[in-house]
């Protein structure tokens, strides 16, 4: 079965999300919670996949994460939910065997900053520079059939 989960946690915790050799990382966490409890032998078999992953510092509320399994989701969720206090776990739900969170129909993206007396109309002049639609081919390989046009927006 496989199963996906939704997740938040303070990035004040890793040194970012992505696996790192000898580093706190959310997403080595995750792996490691989900091996020791016994609910997937390793990320490959399991094909674990994620929806996104953040930078060194950069928190996240509502990343998820599939993989296969055979537990049952109630224990799974229990299991996760008493195991970790950096990360927490608060959705589950059984997907298709082909769901691969990276391909979210919706992202919304939001940046937090604390003012430290910066000028708050530079901010959002430079801001207005990323707003409206944009053509991003030239910052991701473009696979034929997905468009790199995107419509970004300041709320």
Do not use: C, W
Not at 32 to 39: D, P, V
């Amino acid at each position: 079965m496989r199963i996906a989960i939704k997740f938040a946690y303070d990035g004040k915790k890793f040194q970012g999300y992505a696996r790192q050799p000898k580093m706190k990382t959310v997403e080595g966490e995750i792996i490691n919670l989900l091996i020791q409890h016994n609910l997937i032998k390793d990320s490959k078999e399991s094909k674990f996949r994620s929806a996104s992953r953040t930078d060194r510092n950069v928190s996240a509320l509502g990343n998820v994460i599939a993989f296969n399994t055979s537990p049952q989701k109630k224990y799974i969720f229990q299991e996760l939910k008493k195991s970790s206090n950096d990360i927490l776990f608060y959705g589950i739900k059984e997907v298709e065997p082909e769901f691969y969170p990276r391909y979210a129909k919706l992202r919304i993206y939001r940046y937090y900053l604390k003012n430290d007396n910066f000028e708050l109309e530079k901010l959002l002049s430079v801001a207005s520079l990323f707003t409206g639609e944009h053509n991003f081919h030239n910052f991701a390989r473009v696979e034929a059939d997905k468009n790199p046009i995107r419509t970004t927006s300041l709320y």
